[in-house]
């Protein structure tokens, strides 16, 4: 094991303490194995216990520990300390969000445009239980699987320049969502979230950077469920100019 | 101090939480239910399960193949009669989750497919790839969203139960973000809060089990049940402890030892097959798996790296295509975290703490013996996983109980008025507590000092293989840590998201949570399932057919006392696993 060592820079913001967030440097030993997410532990157990930030699962399924690695959204977990050298590596919360304390932002917003895209099943009639499972073939559960990975771990909206721009745009990930269900077989309710997502602060706000497909690391690729999203409603509409009312 | 109230009120956003909130939002709409979870609902661990839930689902399946492959892995301390409630109400609450949405992998036809497991003779568990837990989590999360009757309380860290005239009437907790008190008066409780992994260093359980529901029943005067039966899970990454799912074994992957030999052949699993042999081998029980492995250990087969000794879990034979169909989170974990790619290499593993089949102990409808408290999932103890938990029972095991909890604690709320004046003195009280404990900068013990010790204690006199020398060594240690608790002092004194305060709570829940286990340890002098004595290495039905239960005592180690095993169908006989059985 080398003695070497590399310095964090990371925010603090202590709204008890200072009006507005600064830096604050530790030095923690480099080692091979250590994750970002272990250099942050290891400067709270042993240096600073007033250091906060989330975690939870250092496994990359919970979500809880995105923030920023020298600039860029990362979940910290998976970010391995000699992936980001020489250093100094600056940590700092997530873009876009207030910041609570420290590394810890608030996602009350996120939480309520997640419920606002309905992401649950929706059905004119519900099957009993009792006639069992849904039929849905392997090729109908790749339709919506790859936006069903998403994590919740919201580096998209930090990557999204368009959410920092414009607060209201319900963003890459619940967008997505919304999608998961639209293209799921068993689902029903894709006319329902339409109205609701082709609102004002819906789809059209996004301009497609493409930067939230960049940063997930689920490979969830949000910008491209929007863009489907967008082909969607245009259809639609351009039908709705061709056929005469009432024919679908 | 905020004064809020509800009708029933859930400790826990995970898996067995939401659906015991939805459970009991469905059985009674006129009754408000609320979620508290010191995280957001979709961070719970939960989502860290990787490889199924079982349920009979097929034609070649039965329900009675299902209850005694759960008893018999269960080294027969299970209650049969959970059993075969358990077993029962299993597919279709599978298939409830189906149409919530869940994407379970399927059979070609659009019909749910299942894998075989450890100690299950019959293939029945449902999977969703290798992320079951996650992809559980979030339909559960998501559809409970749909309902306008369960409120939230996300980030709220509770510290205690509101006990008054001899039955639970609520909880206190610290929101987070503020540091502000809530009293929140219930009629009913459902603790919901999973595991306590934590209390050992080597664990693939997340930062956040802690055992705090444990304690807090504990704490309130409930008993722990069946506390010494910890799991270990025979393949964990070294340095992290992620876990790779048994599924990696159950779609045909091999322990090799150091010689490049498949040593379970010589621990009574039966004979090496190319293919994957239900109840053989590397689909034998976990807690066999582990004990082998510190056989090998003393055999000097394993090999040794700088986070311990390991052996190799090989899948390379598989070839890419069933690795990236059938278990890519496998891959992507190898990849991201030991940085080697499992369709090339081989990948080190070592048995690591992963579940603990004791808990809060309740009966067959999530009932603790404390009137108006409940409780699900990882924290309760029903018993339904004995001595040794299969792998895939205990997600299915969360809808199944968590359904029952909640339509018991709405049932119960139905009946009861919401608490008087007498509560808010109590939660004053506990105010004054949790000032007294934590809002002090001098007392010189640190947060992660204790835990350290507390986990190196833990491990060392409860592990895999345990001894009366060891334990009361063990035990001696964690009297002191409790008592140097007292001293612990915290840098942090702000209100606002403060972490090394609700650290220090969990480290105090976590140090009566492991006298718990110690002591009932010391206490059961047989070896059953994952609890092995060296000192005592029979199993003893007739003295141990039992189950523990620790209560805690006001000062000093815990009390153990003993509650017959409910036997229905299934006489104890002895686990046969490698040959028919």
Redesign the interface.
């Known amino acids: 094991m080398s003695a070497a060592t590399v310095t964090l820079e990371v925010a603090r913001y202590r709204p008890e303490r200072e009006a507005s967030p600064c830096f604050e440097a530790y030095e923690v030993p480099l080692r091979n194995d250590w994750t970002v997410l272990d250099a942050l532990n290891h400067i709270k157990d042993t240096a600073d216990g007033s250091l906060s930030f989330r975690w939870s699962c250092r496994m990359g399924v919970c979500g809880s520990c995105g923030m920023k690695v020298n600039g860029e959204p990362k979940l910290t977990c998976g970010t391995f300390l000699s992936d980001c050298l020489p250093g100094p590596i600056r940590v700092e919360p997530l873009d876009y969000f207030p910041v609570i304390r420290d590394l810890v932002v608030d996602i009350t917003d996120f939480m309520k445009k997640l419920r606002k895209v309905k992401p649950w099943i929706i059905r004119k009639q519900e099957k009993p239980t009792s006639q069992g499972e849904y039929l849905q073939t392997p090729d109908q559960l790749d339709a919506y699987k790859p936006f069903s990975m998403c994590i919740n771990c919201l580096l998209c909206y930090s990557a999204c320049p368009i959410y920092g721009l414009e607060p209201s745009f319900i963003g890459p990930a619940a967008l997505a969502l919304a999608q998961r269900y639209n293209q799921d077989s068993r689902d029903e309710g894709s006319a329902e979230r339409l109205g609701i997502v082709s609102e004002h602060d819906g789809i059209w706000q996004c301009t497609f950077v493409g930067e939230c497909s960049k940063v997930c690391p689920k490979n969830v690729d949000p910008a491209g469920a929007i863009q489907q999203y967008k082909l969607t409603v245009a259809a639609r509409w351009f039908r709705s100019l061709l056929l005469p009312k009432g024919a679908h | 101090m905020e004064l809020l109230s509800c009708d029933v009120l859930v400790v826990g956003g995970g898996g067995a939480g939401l659906r015991a909130a939805i459970a009991a939002v469905e059985a009674d709409p006129s009754q408000s239910v609320a979620v508290i979870s010191k ?2 609902p ?4 939960t ?2 399960a990787e490889g199924g839930a079982a349920a009979v689902i097929k034609g070649a399946d039965s329900l009675d193949d299902h209850a005694y492959d759960t008893i018999s892995g269960g080294d027969w301390l299970s209650d049969q009669d959970a059993v075969e409630a358990f077993v029962r109400e299993a597919p ?1 609450e599978m ?2 989750v ?4 869940c ?4 059979d ?5 497919a299942v894998r075989p497991f450890g100690g299950m003779k019959v293939e029945r568990t449902w999977f969703a790839a290798d ?1 079951t837990g ?2 559980m989590l ?1 339909a559960l999360f ?2 409970s ?2 309902y306008e009757g369960i409120r939230r309380f ?1 980030e709220c860290f509770v510290t205690g139960l509101l006990v008054d005239d001899g039955r639970c009437q609520g909880v206190v907790a610290i929101e987070i ?1 503020t540091g502000k008190v809530l009293a929140i008066a219930a009629k009913a409780v459902i603790l919901c809060t999973g595991g306590c992994g934590k209390v050992f260093p080597f664990t693939t359980n ?3 089990k802690n055992g705090d529901g444990m304690a807090l029943a504990y704490r309130a005067g409930a008993p722990l049940k069946d506390m010494e039966f910890v799991q270990y899970h025979p393949t964990g990454l070294p ?2 402890g ?2 790779i799912t048994e599924a990696a074994r159950s779609e045909g992957g091999w322990l090799l030892n150091k010689d490049g030999y498949r040593y379970l052949q010589d621990y009574d699993l039966g004979k090496p097959e190319h293919r994957p042999v239900l109840r053989s081998m590397e689909l034998g029980p976990r807690d066999r798996l582990s004990q082998a492995f510190v056989k090998e250990q003393e055999k000097g087969r394993t090999f040794s790296g700088p986070y311990g000794d390991y052996v190799h879990l090989d899948v390379r034979h598989l070839g890419a295509n069933v690795i990236d169909k059938k278990i890519p989170f496998v891959r ?2 190898c990849l ?2 030991q940085n080697i790619d499992p369709v090339r290499e081989m990948i080190p593993v070592r048995p690591v703490v992963h579940y603990m089949m004791g808990g809060i102990s309740t009966d067959i409808h999530g009932a603790t013996p404390l009137p108006g408290l409940y409780a699900a999932g990882e924290a309760a103890c029903v018993s339904i996983n004995g001595a040794n938990r299969l792998g895939s029972n205990s997600l299915t095991e969360l809808l199944v109980f968590g359904a029952r909890a909640g339509r018991s604690a709405v049932a119960f709320a139905a009946g009861q008025k919401l608490p008087g004046p007498a509560l808010g003195a109590l939660a004053h009280d506990e105010e004054v507590r949790l000032h007294g404990t934590f809002r002090r900068s001098r007392g010189g013990e ?3 000092t204790l835990r350290a010790e507390m986990q190196k204690a833990t491990e060392e006199s409860a592990g895999i293989y345990r001894s009366e020398g060891l334990l009361k060594k063990g035990a001696e240690t964690l009297g002191k840590l409790q008592e140097r608790f007292s001293h612990l002092s ?3 004194q ?7 305060l609700t650290a220090a709570q969990e480290l105090s829940f976590m140090l009566d949570v492991a006298e718990a286990i110690v002591h009932s340890a010391l206490a059961r002098r047989e070896s059953r399932g994952s609890h092995q004595r060296t000192d005592y290495p029979a199993r003893d039905d007739e003295k141990f057919l039992r189950h523990s239960l620790a209560f805690r005592s006001a000062s000093g180690p815990p009390r153990i006392e003993y509650l017959p095993v409910t036997i229905t169908r299934w006489p104890p006989g002895r686990r046969v696993y490698g040959k028919s059985a």
């Open positions: 995280v957001y979709m961070r719970s661990h989502v860290s279709q298939v409830r189906e149409h919530w949405g994407p379970w992998s399927r070609p036809d659009g019909h749910i992320k996650f992809h979030h998501q559809t969203l749909k996300d973000a997340a930062n956040i340095f992290t992620i876990l992507e974990l991201k975290y640190r947060v992660a915290l840098e942090d702000s209100y606002t998201f403060n972490t090394e």
